[in-house]
């Protein structure tokens, strides 16, 4: 058995190695190249809320009822279609108000409802706004722009970050005395969104004024160049 395992040794010290040694990685430059592409936003996102007391929790929650189906009414009527109106957060809690007793008292209740509404038309995004507002919405949360459809703009900005490292791998290779081979590997480092300007409010004005602005996107790329001599 030992002058087996020996000659099985020796057989294998013999073979060459060539899977155990990694093939020597060609010259190459690294560059990284940026894209930003800007665009009119076409989307908006509204959170608003309605906000009621009551002496007990069944009257919080029955007040926030009427006065909610009052607002989900006129957002439809405001052309909102019921698939870009959700329920984003409801609560119902006590008033805390202070101790009685060294136990602490509870002075009604609260009731909250959050809708988060999708606006496609943005012209009418004020009207939207005092629609909501008249029929009781008293709670606003936020408002964002974006593009309903990002992928042609993210795209552009894809192209451009690529000829952005082609013209940056071009300007190191002539200052370095050599030429730019084949591309040996593209990463993408993924993606970013400007924000972009929140809607400017006067609660005596109607229609609420909205500025949406620019949106603007960005994609990073990292090639890798083969260096020719």
């Given at each position: ?47 608003i809320g309605v906000t009621t007391q009551g002496d007990t929790a069944a009257d919080a929650l029955g007040a926030n009822t009427v006065a909610l189906e009052a607002v989900m009414a006129r ?138 602005g620019e949106l603007g996107m960005s994609a990073n790329v990292t090639i890798f160049y083969e260096i020719v001599e």
């Amino acid at each position: 058995m030992r002058v087996l395992s020996a000659v099985l040794l020796s057989a294998a010290l013999a073979l060459p190695l060539p899977a155990m040694a990694e093939d020597a990685m060609p010259p190459m430059i690294t560059v990284t190249g940026t894209g930003a592409v800007e665009a009119a936003p076409d989307i908006a996102t509204l959170t608003i809320g309605v906000t009621t007391q009551g002496d007990t929790a069944a009257d919080a929650l029955g007040a926030n009822t009427v006065a909610l189906e009052a607002v989900m009414a006129r957002l439809t009527s405001a052309g909102i279609e019921p698939r870009d109106i959700q329920t984003s957060n409801l609560s119902l809690n006590p008033n805390w108000t202070g101790y009685e007793n060294n136990k602490p008292t509870i002075s009604g209740y609260v009731a909250n409802n959050m809708l988060t509404i999708r606006v496609r038309q943005l012209d009418g995004l004020g009207t939207v706004l005092d629609a909501a507002v008249a029929d009781g919405a008293n709670t606003l949360n936020g408002l964002s722009f974006g593009l309903a459809d990002p992928d042609p703009v993210l795209n552009e900005a894809r192209r451009e970050a690529v000829a952005d490292a082609r013209a940056r791998a071009e300007l190191l290779a002539s200052a370095a005395g050599v030429k730019l081979g084949r591309i040996i590997s593209i990463s993408e480092a993924g993606f970013a969104s400007d924000p972009v300007p929140m809607f400017r409010a006067e609660v005596a004005a109607a229609p609420v004024p909205v500025a949406a602005g620019e949106l603007g996107m960005s994609a990073n790329v990292t090639i890798f160049y083969e260096i020719v001599e």
